[in-house]
Structures are given as structure tokens and as C-alpha cells.
């Protein structure tokens, strides 16, 4: 039997404001439980934490979590997602967006992981507060949701010590290769190109502690002067929405209108997690 051979039940994620990590911890803890392995985390979120490729095999079961950016799989680090080994891994790929769509995304993670040797055993899709807003999918995960992610581990380890073996072919919605971003449009109809847009530092309050060059994905922040972003900014927002004395924003007007058109279209109605076997 398959679950008479994981030991290791593994929480794995990519996860800038830690919406993705609160689910994924959550679901990964109730398969530990649940099979009685040992439970561990691997935080792949900071170039200091991708510093070396974690690896897995036949003796664990790993519980892989992403963001949804524009309906993808976080593209910039597509790549090192796809150098994670799972040689025979059971596998549960999970996606956390915000309250919009989560598009071709989990499709996508759950392609990466079967093609990297993760036999995919069952996937979700769960909600978190968007990046960008503070009211879109605000405050979630939730304590309903985090129920729920639990008790989806929980029936992984069901099913596991009943004997079930992943599909050939785990299903889930989304559109096959090549996979589609999200077409972000102003109120006018024109498409949106966010891709240059830095976020803004208040004098007044930054301090220039360096916690905002720490959390960067991409190591753009300038730790001796946290002001300056020399590097590529993927938005994510941890700058923002973690800054201690709330000194980074976002000023560009460009990002501010898709902002608003997002939490005018997408608030209500209230999206809930969905599960697939």
C-alpha cells in the first residue's frame, strides 16, 4: 500500500505574504496527522531560500503551494518550480489567488509536478487576499477556509490509508499547454502593462531596517537603501503589505485603475476552495 511507504509529509511553497503558505501548512499538517509521519516545511520563497533545490522521493508526500499572478503559475520562477524533483513523490499541487480566477494556473503546477516525477494524488484551489488590495478576498485565508484546507488533508490521509493510489492522470480545470495570462484591461478597453511599475517608499516613514529587501522574491530592494529597487519587481506586494511602519506604496496611476477595476469586479462574490480528485 502507498501510504505504507510515505514517512515525510512536506509543505512546500512559494509564498510572499504568507496567504499561500497559512493554506498549505494547514493541508500538509492534516495528511501528517492524519497518516502519522513527521511533518516538515520548505519555505521557496526568497533567493536566499532557493539557494539549493529540494529533492523527494517514493518516502514522501508533498503538499505544493503557488500564488496566482495574472492566472498563472508565478512565471519568473517557473523554471526553478520545475527542477524540484519528485522521483516517485506523492504529490498535491495547490493554488491560492484572490478572488478573481485562478485561470491555467493550477493546471500548469500540476503539469510541472507530474513532469518532474510526482505522482499527483489530488489538488485545490484556494483563496487568499489579492496582492494588491486589503478588500479583494481581504482577510483570507479565514478560519472557514484554514477548516477546510485541514480537512482536505485530512481526507488525503483517508483515502491514503484506505488504499487509493493517485490517478494516471490527476484532472482539474484549465486549459492545456500552452497556457493563457490573464488580460488585464484599463476602464477604456486597453490592455494593462504593469511589468515596469516599482512601488514608492515614504521618507517619513522608512527607516531603512532592510525587512523589505529581506522578503523580496527577487532580491530587487536595495538592503543599504531600501528606497532604491534596482531589480525586477514581480509585484507581490510583501514590501507593502509587511513593511513594519507602512512606508512602500504604489503610486503608479496605471496600476491603481486596474487595482480599483479588480475590487469593483471581483469582491462579491465570495469564491470558497475547490478540491479535485
Known amino acids: 500500500m502507498l501510504m505504507k511507504k510515505i514517512k515525510t509529509v512536506t509543505a512546500l511553497f512559494f509564498s510572499p505574504t504568507y496567504t499561500t503558505k497559512k493554506c498549505v501548512v494547514a493541508i500538509a499538517k492534516g495528511v501528517a496527522e492524519g497518516l502519522a509521519a513527521e511533518y516538515r516545511e520548505c519555505n521557496i520563497t526568497t533567493p536566499l531560500m532557493r539557494r539549493q533545490t529540494p529533492e523527494y522521493g517514493p518516502g514522501d508526500l508533498v503538499v505544493f503551494g503557488v500564488p496566482v499572478y495574472i ?29 478573481r ?46 477548516q477546510k484546507a485541514t480537512a482536505f488533508g485530512e481526507e488525503i490521509a483517508r483515502r491514503l490509508l484506505a488504499g487509493a493510489e493517485p490517478p494516471r492522470q ?55 537603501n531600501c528606497s532604491e529597487i534596482p531589480g525586477k519587481c514581480i509585484r507581490c506586494c510583501a514590501c507593502v503589505k509587511l513593511c513594519r511602519p507602512k512606508a512602500k506604496y504604489f503610486a503608479d496611476e496605471t496600476y491603481l485603475e486596474h487595482k480599483a477595476i479588480l475590487e469593483e469586479k471581483f469582491t462579491e462574490p465570495r469564491r470558497e476552495p475547490e478540491i479535485f480528485w
Do not use: W
Open 71 to 99: 492566472g498563472r503559475v508565478p512565471n519568473l520562477f517557473r523554471d526553478y518550480f520545475a527542477s524540484i524533483k519528485g522521483n516517485g513523490a506523492v504529490g498535491v499541487p495547490v493554488v491560492v489567488y484572490g478572488n
Open 101 to 146: 480566477a485562478y485561470d491555467d494556473a493550477l493546471i500548469e503546477l500540476r503539469d510541472i509536478m507530474q513532469g518532474n516525477g510526482f505522482q499527483c494524488m489530488a489538488a485545490g484551489a484556494f483563496i487568499g487576499e489579492h496582492s494588491f488590495s486589503y478588500t479583494l478576498g481581504g482577510g483570507r485565508p479565514d478560519a472557514a477556509d484554514l
Open 170 to 224: 490527476l484532472q482539474v480545470p484549465g486549459n492545456p499547454y500552452p497556457y493563457t495570462f490573464f488580460d488585464a484591461r484599463s476602464g477604456k478597453g486597453k490592455s494593462i502593462d504593469l511589468r515596469k511599475v516599482k512601488p514608492e517608499t515614504d521618507p517619513e516613514k522608512c527607516t531603512n531596517c532592510g525587512y523589505c529587501a529581506m522578503l523580496c522574491p527577487m532580491g530587487a530592494i536595495d538592503p543599504d
